[in-house]
């Protein structure tokens, strides 16, 4: 594999093994932190649901700006943005501030949008036939995330002179930074021309009436919608709630997030192999299983099960559906259909962020398991016309 072909592709992994720590690190500490520095219980898992709220509101900004500016700037600003977010969030915690914690998360949830734009720089920068694939590869970054992000957040949890996880944020700022140089020094803005590069935009109406589309948006929206809900709720639920201790929490929330990314070893070759509409069909059936196991007893081996598969799902609807996205749009439609995809997803993400908190002081762990349900069960319709579609075009 020649360096220069797969250039985008290498940088953006390396980065993306720093930069993701974010994540893990705001999921494992935010509802605990939240527990103890919020008004009242039920506003605990508050920063974990800012975040992807500023998911949500920061996806068409970052898409138009790097439809502007070139990918280059738009992930440098992005970051630059985060390490301040992290610095801040450690501030608000020696603060003992809520609000300003919030502040923060919001900040890092913006940031995050910039980051979801590495796999469309991935697949701009590649021969259509190689995207499941190099998706597969981007996505083993989470790897890392998963074991780098939960360590960082514990080991230095507890620092001297400081009040608890003030050092744990301090070490996010340093892996978002580690993150901003790889970018800085390796990363070249790549786009491969293809024979659409010049024509015309189609209206919006003609793009998303296409099953396969909404077939794509639905799979990456109920799955981050179902994960976000479950993995807010579990820290909150097993350490504060069921008193599970944070060593073990942190082991969960490793094996979700490990979950998530391992697959990615083999998923864009079983893409490749059954196609993309049975890897999304088995990552519905996947979080169905999720969600029968987390209806058991609220023991270690429960959490740790519900979590690992709802990671698997998550992983089968996330790139089947962004590999599905990439074949729905021409490359002049491609900032305008990528920034209204990445706002729906991240739009439901939110919502069931938000949810998690409330389910959870008012009917309990159970409770999340049943408000999962319906929105899987959304999926099913939806594959139903996607098949009936491709059946009536072959």
Partial sequence: MKFENYRTLIVLTFAQCFGQTAAPILVLLGGIVGAQIAPSIDWATLPIAIQIVGIASATIPASYLMSKVGRKAGFLGGTALAIFAALFAAWSIYQQSFALFCIASFFIGNYIAFLQQFRFAVAESVPNHQIPKCLSFLMLAGIVAALLGPEVGRRFSVVEGFPDYVGSFLGMAAMLTVSFLILLVF??????????????????????????????????????????????????????????????????????????????????????????????????????????????????????????????????????????????????????????????????????????GVLLASIGWRGVMVFALPLLLLLVPVLIIARQYEFNKT
């Fill in 187 to 356: 990363y070249r803005n790549t786009t491969i021309e293809t024979k659409d590069e010049a024509s015309d935009v189609r209206p919006l109406g003609q793009i998303f009436k296409q099953p396969t589309l909404i077939l794509a948006i639905a799979s990456a929206a109920v799955g981050y919608s179902v994960m976000s809900l479950i993995m807010t709720a579990t820290p909150l639920s097993m350490h504060e709630m069921d008193h599970h201790s944070l060593d073990d929490t942190t082991r969960v929330i490793q094996s979700h997030i490990l979950a998530m990314y391992v697959p990615s070893f083999f998923s864009g070759f079983l893409i490749s192999w059954l196609g993309v509409r049975r890897i999304i069909q088995a990552g519905l059936a996947l979080m169905m299983v999720c969600v029968l196991i987390g209806w058991g007893q609220p023991d270690f081996i429960n959490y740790w099960g519900t979590l690992v598969f709802l990671g698997i799902g998550w992983n089968f609807l996330f790139l089947g559906g962004t590999t599905l996205l990439t074949q729905s749009y021409r490359n002049s439609e491609r900032f305008k259909v990528q920034a209204i995809n990445d706002f729906s997803v991240f739009g439901l993400q939110a919502i069931g962020s938000l949810s998690a």
